[in-house]
């Protein structure tokens, strides 16, 4: 008569598999009998990422994916594998994940040099925690750094481990760049040469949105006005948002200037009057210190009005800190630094991870890694990439 069709999604758990190479070696027999020179002739087998170990490129970029894509930390998967009937020590996976860094260290410094040719970028910094430190005690704090590119271009995340918050970092990481970088109010990045900051308008609206919505203080009506200049500029953004840069230029510099040329007149006005100590003397005292930096996106079309775009860059290593709370040591932190850069730079060009992680460890091993053209190949924005490793869309 007819059929009826129903349609569910089934999950495939994961299985673990042993694989073994086999390479066939050959001789002359002939030369032997002769007893003349006997060649010996081994078949080509492709280099293992790390030679002499269990761990194969599916392994390494599954433990990888789990731990950075996913939140997963080394002493859960352990247990994870003891379940798929497998014992392997999180000291071997650890172990795993610093060598399989070192293999991706090699594009993360060609993403480093490609990052630092653009024209805008976007930085943040949060803590982390590193228990072997030489000299320092282990609840120390420690940073890692987040540079990233803008709206334009292939995307770039590139992390960056260091021990202190202190200026030199951005200087030392940003060396050769030139152009616009968006940032924070954090004084750390005030003096790296050749850069014109760009402020945020997010952590200058969050200063009035938070006492408004406290809905407990005196200030909340003289809040809510600071509130809705800054809701202003962020309505014109809206309305603008798929236009060209050339477009986004002109309408700024006629509309949100207005509305920042009445906005400055307004902070100037309130700060006679307001205790600069108290909530809201800090969210205008804010506005007013950085208010040439936070003027700054009406210089190209192309900036951004906030740092919004960094600050969601950052955030899975915030999620994972919170699973894996620390690194052990600064080795291990750095190898962390490289796999989410890689991780995060394949997400914003819609790449797969764990399939990308695996076709560069089955690769890397195997090419000129002097070669930058090859190296380019591999980069997660090449037309040169496995069907597989692409996001269907």
């Given at each position: 008569?007819?059929?009826?069709?129903?349609?569910?999604?089934?999950?495939?758990?994961?299985?673990?598999?042993?694989?073994?190479?086999?390479?066939?070696?050959?001789?002359?027999?002939?030369?032997?009998?002769?007893?003349?020179?006997?060649?010996?002739?081994?078949?080509?087998?492709?280099?293992?990422?790390?030679?002499?170990?269990?761990?194969?490129?599916?392994?390494?970029?599954?433990?990888?994916?789990?731990k950075y894509t996913?939140?997963?930390?080394?002493?859960?998967?352990?247990?994870?594998?003891?379940?798929?009937?497998?014992?392997?020590?999180?000291?071997?996976?650890?172990?795993?994940?610093?060598?399989?860094?070192?293999?991706?260290?090699?594009?993360?410094?060609?993403?480093?040099?490609?990052l630092l040719q653009?024209?805008?970028?976007?930085?943040?910094?949060?803590?982390?925690?590193?228990?072997?430190?030489?000299?320092?005690?282990?609840?120390?704090?420690?940073?890692?750094?987040?540079?990233?590119?803008?709206?334009?271009?292939?995307?770039?995340?590139?992390?960056?481990?260091?021990?202190?918050?202190?200026?030199?970092?951005?200087?030392?990481?940003?060396?050769?760049?030139?152009?616009?970088?968006?940032?924070?109010?954090?004084?750390?990045?005030?003096?790296?040469?050749?850069?014109?900051?760009?402020?945020?308008?997010?952590?200058?609206?969050?200063?009035?949105?938070?006492?408004?919505?406290?809905?407990?203080?005196?200030?909340?009506?003289?809040?809510?006005e600071g509130l809705?200049?800054?809701?202003?500029?962020?309505?014109?953004?809206?309305?603008?948002?798929?236009?060209?840069?050339?477009?986004?230029?002109?309408?700024?510099?006629?509309?949100?200037?207005?509305?920042?040329?009445?906005?400055?007149?307004?902070?100037?006005?309130?700060?006679?009057?307001?205790?600069?100590?108290?909530?809201?003397?800090?969210?205008?005292?804010?506005?007013?210190?950085?208010?040439?930096?936070?003027?700054?996106?009406?210089?190209?079309?192309?900036?951004?009005?906030?740092?919004?775009?960094?600050?969601?860059?950052?955030?899975?290593?915030?999620?994972?800190?919170?699973?894996?709370?620390?690194?052990?040591?600064?080795?291990?932190?750095?190898?962390?630094?490289?796999?989410?850069?890689?991780?995060?730079?394949?997400?914003?060009?819609?790449?797969?991870?764990?399939?990308?992680?695996?076709?560069?460890?089955?690769?890397?091993?195997?090419?000129?890694?002097?070669?930058?053209?090859?190296?380019?190949?591999?980069?997660?924005?090449?037309?040169?990439?496995?069907?597989?490793?692409?996001?269907?869309?």
């Amino acid at each position: 008569m007819s059929t009826e069709e129903r349609t569910e999604i089934v999950v495939i758990p994961p299985k673990v598999k042993i694989k073994k190479h086999i390479r066939h070696i050959v001789s002359c027999r002939l030369c032997e009998k002769s007893e003349i020179r006997t060649p010996i002739i081994k078949a080509n087998m492709p280099y293992p990422a790390i030679p002499g170990s269990l761990a194969s490129s599916s392994l390494i970029a599954y433990i990888m994916d789990q731990k950075y894509t996913n939140g997963l930390p080394l002493y859960r998967q352990e247990k994870q594998f003891e379940r798929l009937g497998i014992f392997l020590p999180r000291q071997n996976l650890s172990n795993w994940v610093i060598k399989g860094a070192a293999w991706l260290e090699i594009l993360y410094n060609r993403m480093h040099k490609l990052l630092l040719q653009k024209d805008i970028l976007h930085a943040d910094e949060t803590t982390t925690q590193v228990l072997k430190e030489n000299g320092r005690e282990a609840k120390s704090k420690s940073y890692m750094w987040l540079y990233r590119t803008g709206s334009e271009g292939k995307a770039i995340v590139l992390y960056d481990y260091q021990t202190t918050r202190a200026g030199k970092h951005p200087e030392e990481f940003l060396e050769g760049f030139k152009g616009y970088l968006q940032v924070d109010a954090y004084t750390g990045y005030h003096n790296i040469p050749n850069v014109i900051l760009v402020g945020c308008w997010a952590h200058a609206r969050r200063g009035f949105a938070e006492i408004v919505k406290a809905l407990s203080s005196d200030d909340v009506s003289i809040a809510k006005e600071g509130l809705t200049f800054c809701n202003q500029l962020y309505s014109i953004e809206h309305k603008i948002m798929d236009l060209t840069p050339e477009e986004k230029y002109e309408i700024r510099n006629n509309d949100s200037r207005e509305i920042l040329d009445d906005f400055l007149v307004w902070l100037k006005n309130q700060a006679e009057e307001i205790l600069p100590n108290c909530k809201l003397g800090k969210a205008i005292k804010y506005c007013l210190n950085q208010w040439d930096n936070l003027g700054r996106y009406l210089l190209d079309g192309r900036l951004e009005i906030d740092n919004n775009r960094a600050e969601r860059s950052i955030k899975p290593f915030v999620i994972g800190r919170k699973n894996w709370l620390f690194s052990n040591t600064p080795k291990g932190a750095k190898s962390s630094a490289i796999i989410y850069s890689v991780i995060e730079t394949a997400k914003e060009n819609n790449i797969k991870p764990i399939e990308y992680l695996t076709y560069l460890f089955d690769r890397l091993p195997n090419v000129d890694l002097n070669d930058e053209q090859i190296l380019d190949t591999l980069l997660p924005w090449s037309d040169e990439l496995p069907e597989n490793c692409k996001l269907n869309t």
